[in-house]
């Protein structure tokens, strides 16, 4: 069970774009791609069969997870940990509040 999903918003704790937040794009092994951060200038050809006008376009690359933290409701940075319930069924829980995030 992953701690940082898609769709969760998480703030950026180091590197160049510390203090920025976003939400998750998407999650691929340990890196997570945040939307509008770590852009970076993509240089792209013309292409006439999938109809694209060729030029310089932002892109946002892939942080390593440890370089980010989830967002709780208080709007501070906090860890995730992953306790097992009586039934048996694992649960995301903030170490911070001790909040339940998923179920």
Known sequence: MNKIRKGDE???????????????????????????????????????????IGGVESKSMPLHRSNVAYVDANGRPSRIEIKQLENGKKVRVLKTTDVVLST
């Open 10 to 52: 998480v703030i950026v704790i180091s590197g160049k774009d510390k203090g920025k937040r976003g939400t998750v794009q998407a999650v691929s092994g340990d890196r997570v791609t945040v939307e509008g951060i770590n852009l970076v200038k993509k240089h792209v050809k013309p292409n006439p069969i999938k109809s694209t």
